[in-house]
């Protein structure tokens, strides 16, 4: 097993399709792009899904560092956007992996799956991950520029103190009502 992929299924707790799914997508990108040191790959990710920890694992791309931003469309997209080289790359992770597997991954997650079933649906799940970490490049992505403006960086603002909770929050996400400041939280949770 490749250093990579092992090091990312440790991170993410199980190895499954879609972390290797994610694990192409990232690999490829990591021979395009060089691994984040700090923040100047960022990725912009289609899903919140398995496959996004594949990400994080191999570029460094976090939610905690701001350089992973999750716009959930549910699809296998990934752009890369390197703030060095002031370019883009989109990676649709174009492979057909799942066909057939449709009914029963959706028993499976109902919990309505028998034990044949169950035992059938193994064998295939390890078919699809191998597919999916020996296939070719041209076969499992679609890699296109993007023309897409520079993220924003990530920034630091001021706190404020909720004078509700009386924690601290920072300034941008901060509410008002009734001439108090509050936090998100407690505005939300707010009775009208
Ligand atoms: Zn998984
Ligand atoms: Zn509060």
């Known amino acids: 097993m490749d250093e990579d992929f092992k090091k990312a299924a440790e991170f993410h707790g199980h190895i499954c399709p879609g972390l290797a799914m994610g ?20 990725c912009i ?13 191999l570029l460094g791309c976090t939610a905690g560092k701001g350089n992973l931003i999750i716009e959930d469309n549910g699809k296998q997209v990934f752009i890369f956007y390197s703030r060095d080289a002031n370019r883009a790359l989109r990676i649709y992770f174009k492979g057909d992996v799942f066909r057939g597997m449709d009914a029963l991954r959706q028993k499976m997650a109902s919990g309505a799956i028998t034990g044949t079933e169950e035992k059938e649906m193994k064998g295939l799940r390890a078919k699809v991950i191998e597919d999916i970490l020996n296939g070719k490049d041209e076969d499992l992505l679609s890699v296109t520029d993007a023309d897409i403006p520079a993220p924003e960086k990530a920034r630091i ?20 009502a009734n ?3 509050l936090c998100k939280d407690c505005f939300e949770k707010m009775v009208c």
Not at 157 to 176: A, H, N, V
């Open 179 to 181: 001439g108090k400041v």
């Open 45 to 57: 990710a289609e899903n919140k899904s398995c496959s996004v920890d594949a990400v994080q694992s």
């Open 23 to 42: 694990y192409r997508v990232a690999k490829y990108a990591k021979e395009h792009y060089p691994r984040a040191m700090d923040e100047e790959l960022v």
């Open 157 to 176: 603002y001021p706190s404020l103190i909720c004078q509700k909770c009386s924690e601290r929050f920072m300034e941008i996400m901060g509410r008002t």
